[in-house]
T-cell receptor, first 115, second 112 residues
């Protein structure tokens, strides 16, 4: 089945620095990938839709200058948290699907801790 | 606006019990519905996908049903095992090119 690989699985960074998270579709091409954020004991909240070769679409309330998304190839999307602050600490997950009628496959998630 | 609710929010059962998790959605015009499992600190694992034209899907001890008209889906787990302990999430897709809307989740604990 379809596999989505996400790296790193966890990262600790200092306030003010930037962190990049990668999401790769390993055995299929994905023109669209999705980035979610999850707070403890809460469900997933969609942050943005990553579109290959074009600008990402951000959900209301998500700062596009803070959460930079690059979808430069059909198998890779990156999320960069810029000038990270402790309130950005969260669990970030990406997803994609292999074909239109298929279900979505999720990455293993990245635990970001900003100190 | 589509809202997805899951009941119960938490469930604790002894091993071997059959159980039912509920998912309800406010807009019946969905494209499909997907059930996921999430272990603590991990990503999501897809369990079952039900297209809007389908009534149910089965995989091993899992059976998911869909009633679009009433805005409901149920996930039935037979002969529960401690390894089934996780959070279960349902999500609906409103259109082929639209985004998933997630439910609030059910935290399941199966004790030996």
């Amino acid at each position: 089945g379809a596999v989505v690989s996400q790296h790193p699985s966890w990262v600790i960074c200092k306030s003010g620095t930037s962190v990049k998270i990668e999401c790769r579709s390993l055995d299929f091409q994905a023109t669209t990938m999705f980035w979610y954020r999850q707070f403890p004991k809460q469900s997933l909240m969609l942050m943005a839709t990553s579109n290959e070769g074009s600008k990402a679409t951000y959900e209301q309330g998500v700062e596009k200058d803070k959460f930079l998304i690059n979808h430069a190839s059909l198998t890779l999307s990156t999320l960069t948290v810029t000038s990270a602050h402790p309130e950005d600490s969260s669990f970030y997950i990406c997803s994609a699907r292999e074909m239109e009628n298929y279900g979505y496959t999720f990455g293993s998630g990245t635990r970001l801790t900003v100190v | 606006k589509q809202e997805v609710t899951q009941i119960p929010a938490a469930l604790s059962v002894p091993e071997g019990e059959n159980l039912v998790l509920n998912c309800s959605f406010t807009d019946s015009a969905i494209y499909n519905l997907q059930w996921f499992r999430q272990d603590p600190g991990k990503g999501l694992t897809s369990l079952l996908l039900i297209q809007s034209s389908q009534r149910e899907q089965t995989s091993g001890r899992l059976n998911a049903s869909l009633d679009k008209s009433s805005g409901r889906s149920t996930l039935y787990i037979a002969a529960s095992q401690p390894g089934d302990s996780a959070t279960y999430l349902c999500a609906v897709l409103l259109g082929s090119f639209q985004k998933l809307v997630f439910g609030t989740g059910t935290r399941l604990l199966v004790s030996p």
